[in-house]
Structures are given as C-alpha cells and as structure tokens.
C-alpha cells in the first residue's frame, strides 16, 4: 500500500514537473525547421532583455524566426570587464528566475549574448577568477532559459584585449609567450561554460575564418609573423584553447560576418569552404580533426546594408524598394542553403519587437526565401544585371558630390630634397603649396565631419617622390597604433596611406592595379601591389620614412624612389593618378582622404591626378 502511495506520489510530482518545466522545453520546431534542419536567428539594436522576451514571446514568436539572441540588463554579459561584474553581480541573481519564466513555443533556438569589452588582464589570475565567474553566470542562465547556446562577440567596443601590441606586459613577454597564456584562458573559458551546458554550441560572429583571410601561407612562421601583428592576433590561440577544451557535445559556431554584404550567391559557397576546410590551415594539426567534428558553418543578414538605411552609401543605394527585397531574399536563401543551420539577421535602425521602421518588403523576402527551400526549389531569380544597373546609378549621383582633386606636384632642386626625420623643418614645407585639407567620405547627405585635421605635402626630384602628412589629434593618449614587423597588420591601427595607380592602368576602373604604402606613428611600413580585392605583399621596395610625435599630433616624411614605381621618364607634365588617406584611431575612429572616396581606400577610380611641374 506504501508502495502504491509512493508511486502515485511520485507520478504526480512528476506531472507536476511536467506543468512546470513545459513551456521551456515543449516549444515547438518551425515547419521550416524540421524540413531542412536550418534556423534563422534575430539580432540586433533591438536585442531585448530577458524581461522583455518574457513578457512579449508571445508576440516575438509572429515574427519568421527559429530563435533570438538575447542580453542581459546592466552590460552582464560583457564577461571581460570585470569592473563591470563586480559592481552589477549581485544584482543579476535574479534573471535566472525571469528567464525561466520565458515561454517558448516556436523559438526553439535561442542564444544568451556575452561580450569582449575588456578591462581585464590576460597574465592576472585574480582578474580571470572574475572573468570565469561571469561566465559561469551567463552560462546557468542560458541554461535556466533553456538555451542551444551562447553568443560570444569579439568585438572589443573599446580596449582591444586581441591585440598582443597594446597589452599590459608586451615589453614583458613574446607573442609567443602571451599566446601560450591566452590558450590557457580560452580553455578555462570553455570549461565554464560547459560546467554549466555540456552541449553549449558557441555562435561568435567571426573566428577561424578571419585568420584565413590574414594569412594562409603554407610556412608557418609566416603565418605566425602576419597573425602576431594582427589587431586580433590574440584571438587565435583563445579559438585553439577553447576547441582543446570542447567536450564532444560542444559546437563552435563560426558567423561569417562578412557575408553582411555578399552580392553573388558564389561568395556563400566560398565561404563554406573557408570556413570548413580553409581555416584549418591555422589550426593546431593536434585539433584539426576535433575542428572537422565540431566546427560548424553560419552566416549573417544585415538589414541596414541590403536597404539602404546606412549613412554610408552602397549598391543598395541605387536600388529600387523591390529589388533590395529580392536582395535580401537571395541573401536569406544561399545563406540558409550554404550554413550547417544558422542564419542571425542583424539590423540597426528598425526594430522587430515594436514594429518601428521595418523596411518594406522584408518580412515578405525571409518568408518567400524560407518557402522555396523547404520546397526544395530553386531562388528563381538572378540579380547580375540588377546590380550593375544599381552600381552605375550610385557612381552617377555620387559622381555629382564626390570632391575628385587634382594636384600640381612642384620639382625640387638638388638642394631642396628633405632630410626625411619627419619633422618637417625644411624651407619646402613653408615656401612651397601643400595639398588640399583631407576630407571625410561621401555621404548621400553631403561629406562626413571629421574632428581631426590631415594635411599633406608633395613634391618630387629625379630620384624620389617626396609626401610629408601633418595629422592633428585632440587626444594622443587614446591614439592606437598597431606596430609589428614590415607587412604585418598595422593598418588596423592610426596609419596613413599612399596609393598610386601603376603605369598603364586604366584612370577609372575600380579593379585598377596599384602600389599601396602604409606608415603608422611606430614608422612601421606595409607596402604591396593591390590587384583588384588581393593584394601582393612580396612588394617591397626600398623607400624611406621617419615620423615624429607632438603633444597635439604627428607627422611623418617619406621618400618613394621613382623606380620602384617603374617609372623612367620623370619629365613635366607627367600626370599620376594617386591618393592619401588617413586612418584616425583614438577617441573617435574617422577615415579622410586627399580625393575623397565612397566606401574605402582602395577605390582607383576615384584616385585624383597629380602632375609633375
């Protein structure tokens, strides 16, 4: 009879248990879902907090999605400052209530997000217990809200703990030396959260496959010289030290970012190879079969790019309403087609949960892309002409505000040649015109502000091409420099750049082949030859610089030999398409140029001309 008593006891607690835990682990798999295996996740400045997806699931779940990332109030998730976490702990205890409060239905595939904003020290224990403790939290929490994983931005926002350069102890120690100690961290890291979620799969919106693109060299020192001087040359061996860790139910979740503004459906499959086969090339061989089992391919949407809703201008630009829907829509099939399940959509100026600026046609897009793969059907459409036509509106109204200068460049005597020390104390630089003030990027509405002046001199004798820039900054103590070796990655820091088209090359075609220099405050060079979207870094030239610091900028000499160029004939007359740009990093980050450009530097048909006096 006890017996019998037990068991009804025992059956009712676990009804009870039923009732209770049910609306967290019954949500039910999208047709979508369950006939391709694929998902397509929401993120963006609208990410809501755990009390928000509580209180509106149910009328999240109306949107076409399998899942949504979501954040902790008080920055909870930004695990590397610990600053942050001591002063908020004990005030996020609660959310694992409120998340387990969260009723799932059609949200199957949801994602607590964590952050890289870091005040934290690689080398101090105590700053990690921190960091693991953190960690620990966001990971019962995902797990309490019943979670497939956990996403992790690398993105720093600020201090960048991925750069070996900028931290604490790199006099102290090699790159070497601190990668050994950032392996280890990446594998506590790993293991905290999967003390918590043995089966976490870990979405970060880049990782292996950005190294592919820094270096895939087959000689491993130089793929450790290019990535040892890279602005995330750090994140490497945390990626190592975390798949060494991985339990054998844990996926590491590859992003792609990139794909934010892939045009060809062929980029979606060349990532996938990137992403699953090329990366590994950077992978310790001792993990490179624990990287084939558990690696995993993902891509990205990002709303504000395919519609037009950035102030910076793009293909899109030129689009009709209808044909940025149709982008979008091929971006969200190929992306769901090539990616082993994972989509995240991202977007800045609209929100999905208030229905605040939704771009036409977008919701419509994702549902049209989704029902022609769960049916087994082709896109329907190709867009090549679509974005050609698109491509050739845009040059066209940005042809009527582009600011494309033109320069008189004056010969030097044989006296006149600057001693080049960088400090710019020659009678050149007072009697002879400088180039005209940099200016921002164009803009639909106009040019960007700038809060920093760039100036640059130029002139020439028979042996070299003479540039002097004078670069203002308000607040030097900020100022980023990335330094490393010749050719390594210190363009990701304040740098200056000089281009110049190579003889022969067509004045405006936009895949123009040119000579590419970049100096930085340390004097460190990269230098090499841009053909189209590659560039050849075996290029190097024996020019010569030197820079100089001041209390409100720096400024900087260069000598370019003309036969590095292979130009021969210097004669009057002689007409050079070049440019100058500058990369501000300190306070602010801006980008200005001598002859402005519309999304970067490495745009030749917007060079202007130069001609020699």
Same mark, same amino acid.
């Given at each position: 009879?006890?017996?019998?008593?037990?068991?009804?006891?025992?059956?009712?607690?676990?009804?009870?248990?039923?009732?209770?835990?049910?609306?967290?682990?019954?949500?039910?798999?999208?047709?979508?879902?369950?006939?391709?295996?694929?998902?397509?996740?929401?993120?963006?400045?609208?990410?809501?907090?755990?009390?928000?997806?509580?209180?509106?699931?149910? #009328?999240? /779940?109306?949107?076409?999605?399998?899942?949504?990332?979501?954040?902790?109030?008080?920055?909870?998730?930004?695990?590397? $400052?610990?600053?942050?976490? *001591?002063?908020?702990?004990?005030?996020?205890?609660?959310?694992?209530?409120?998340?387990?409060?969260?009723?799932?239905?059609? +949200?199957?595939?949801?994602?607590?997000?964590?952050?890289?904003?870091?005040?934290? &020290?690689?080398?101090?224990?105590? &700053?990690?217990?921190?960091?693991?403790?953190?960690?620990?939290?966001?990971?019962?929490?995902?797990?309490?809200?019943?979670?497939?994983?956990?996403?992790? *931005?690398?993105?720093?926002?600020?201090?960048?703990?991925?750069?070996?350069?900028?931290?604490?102890?790199?006099?102290?120690?090699?790159?070497?030396?601190?990668?050994?100690?950032?392996?280890?961290?990446?594998?506590?890291?790993?293991?905290?959260?999967?003390?918590?979620?043995? *089966?976490?799969?870990?979405?970060?919106?880049?990782? !292996?496959?950005?190294?592919?693109?820094?270096?895939?060299?087959?000689?491993?020192?130089?793929?450790?010289?290019?990535?040892?001087?890279?602005?995330?040359?750090?994140?490497?061996?945390?990626?190592?030290?975390?798949? /060494?860790?991985?339990?054998?139910?844990?996926?590491?979740?590859?992003?792609?970012?990139?794909?934010?503004? !892939?045009? &060809?459906?062929?980029?979606?499959?060349?990532?996938?190879?990137?992403?699953?086969?090329?990366?590994?090339? =950077?992978?310790? &061989?001792?993990?490179?079969?624990?990287?084939?089992?558990?690696?995993?391919?993902? =891509?990205?949407?990002?709303?504000?790019?395919?519609?037009?809703?950035?102030?910076?201008?793009?293909?899109?630009?030129?689009?009709?309403?209808?044909?940025?829907?149709?982008?979008?829509?091929? =971006?969200?099939?190929?992306?769901?087609?090539?990616?082993?399940?994972?989509?995240?959509?991202?977007? /800045?100026?609209?929100?999905?949960?208030?229905?605040?600026?939704?771009?036409?046609?977008? /919701?419509?897009?994702?549902?049209?892309?989704?029902?022609?793969?769960?049916?087994?059907?082709?896109?329907?459409?190709?867009?090549?002409?679509?974005?050609?036509?698109?491509?050739?509106?845009?040059?066209?109204?940005?042809?009527?505000?582009?600011?494309?200068?033109?320069?008189?460049?004056?010969?030097?005597?044989?006296?006149?040649?600057?001693?080049?020390?960088?400090?710019?104390?020659?009678?050149? !630089?007072?009697?002879?015109?400088?180039?005209?003030?940099?200016?921002?990027?164009?803009?639909?509405?106009?040019?960007?502000?700038?809060?920093?002046?760039?100036?640059?001199?130029?002139? !020439? #004798?028979?042996?070299?091409?003479?540039?002097? +820039?004078?670069?203002?900054?308000?607040?030097?103590?900020?100022?980023?420099?990335?330094?490393?070796?010749?050719?390594?990655?210190?363009?990701?820091?304040?740098?200056?750049?000089?281009?110049?088209?190579?003889?022969?090359?067509?004045?405006?075609?936009? *895949?123009?082949?040119?000579?590419?220099?970049?100096?930085?405050?340390?004097?460190?060079?990269?230098?090499?030859? $841009?053909?189209?979207?590659?560039?050849?870094?075996?290029?190097?030239?024996?020019?010569?610089?030197?820079?100089?610091?001041?209390?409100?900028?720096?400024?900087?000499?260069?000598?370019?030999?003309?036969?590095?160029?292979?130009?021969?004939?210097?004669?009057?007359?002689?007409?050079?398409?070049?440019?100058?740009?500058?990369?501000?990093?300190?306070?602010?980050?801006?980008?200005?140029?001598?002859?402005?450009?519309?999304?970067?530097?490495?745009?030749?048909? =917007? +060079?202007?001309?130069?001609?020699?006096?």
């Amino acid at each position: 009879m006890k017996i019998i008593k037990m068991k009804t006891r025992m059956l009712a607690l676990a009804a009870g248990l039923m009732v209770m835990v049910s609306p967290q682990v019954m949500a039910q798999e999208s047709t979508f879902a369950s006939v391709t295996g694929k998902k397509l996740i929401e993120y963006g400045w609208d990410v809501p907090t755990p009390e928000y997806v509580r209180d509106h699931i149910r #009328d999240m /779940e109306k949107r076409p999605f399998e899942g949504v990332i979501f954040r902790l109030p008080k920055s909870g998730g930004n695990v590397f $400052n610990i600053d942050n976490w *001591d002063k908020n702990k004990v005030a996020l205890q609660d959310e694992t209530k409120v998340v387990s409060a969260i009723k799932w239905n059609k +949200f199957t595939d949801n994602f607590l997000a964590m952050y890289a904003a870091s005040t934290m &020290d690689w080398y101090s224990d105590s &700053d990690w217990e921190k960091v693991l403790s953190a960690v620990k939290f966001n990971a019962k929490v995902a797990r309490a809200a019943h979670c497939k994983g956990l996403l992790f *931005d690398p993105e720093p926002y600020g201090f960048n703990p991925w750069t070996y350069a900028k931290q604490k102890h790199a006099s102290q120690y090699s790159y070497a030396q601190y990668a050994e100690k950032v392996q280890q961290r990446g594998r506590q890291f790993m293991r905290a959260m999967q003390g918590e979620m043995p *089966d976490v799969r870990l979405l970060m919106f880049y990782q !292996y496959k950005m190294f592919y693109g820094i270096s895939h060299s087959t000689d491993p020192a130089a793929r450790t010289k290019a990535i040892s001087g890279y602005s995330y040359g750090l994140m490497l061996p945390f990626l190592n030290g975390m798949l /060494e860790a991985a339990g054998p139910q844990v996926q590491l979740i590859e992003g792609n970012e990139p794909s934010y503004y !892939y045009t &060809d459906p062929a980029q979606f499959y060349q990532a996938y190879w990137e992403i699953r086969q090329g990366a590994r090339i =950077n992978v310790p &061989d001792a993990l490179k079969a624990k990287f084939d089992r558990q690696e995993r391919a993902a =891509n990205a949407l990002y709303v504000d790019h395919l519609f037009a809703m950035r102030s910076r201008p793009n293909v899109s630009t030129g689009m009709t309403p209808q044909e940025r829907a149709q982008w979008f829509e091929q =971006n969200v099939y190929y992306g769901l087609k090539t990616s082993d399940e994972y989509v995240w959509l991202y977007s /800045e100026k609209m929100n999905w949960w208030t229905n605040t600026d939704v771009p036409p046609g977008l /919701e419509d897009s994702i549902i049209s892309a989704k029902t022609k793969l769960a049916a087994g059907r082709d896109l329907g459409f190709n867009l090549e002409t679509v974005f050609k036509t698109a491509q050739a509106k845009l040059d066209q109204s940005l042809r009527d505000k582009l600011q494309k200068r033109s320069a008189t460049v004056p010969r030097l005597s044989a006296t006149q040649a600057p001693k080049i020390d960088g400090n710019l104390e020659e009678k050149i !630089y007072t009697e002879l015109p400088w180039a005209d003030p940099f200016v921002g990027y164009v803009q639909q509405s106009g040019t960007a502000t700038l809060q920093a002046a760039t100036r640059a001199f130029i002139a !020439y #004798d028979d042996q070299n091409v003479y540039i002097a +820039f004078r670069c203002s900054e308000p607040d030097m103590k900020k100022q980023q420099v990335i330094s490393g070796e010749r050719d390594s990655g210190i363009w990701a820091g304040e740098s200056v750049e000089i281009s110049l088209l190579k003889p022969g090359q067509p004045a405006d075609d936009a *895949d123009a082949i040119f000579y590419h220099f970049i100096l930085n405050p340390a004097n460190d060079h990269w230098d090499g030859i $841009n053909t189209g979207a590659n560039s050849d870094v075996g290029f190097n030239p024996a020019w010569q610089s030197a820079t100089t610091k001041q209390a409100d900028g720096w400024t900087s000499e260069i000598a370019i030999p003309w036969k590095s160029l292979g130009i021969a004939d210097i004669h009057s007359g002689l007409t050079l398409h070049a440019n100058l740009a500058r990369q501000r990093m300190s306070a602010q980050t801006e980008y200005s140029s001598w002859s402005q450009f519309v999304s970067g530097f490495q745009e030749p048909q =917007n +060079f202007g001309a130069w001609t020699l006096e």
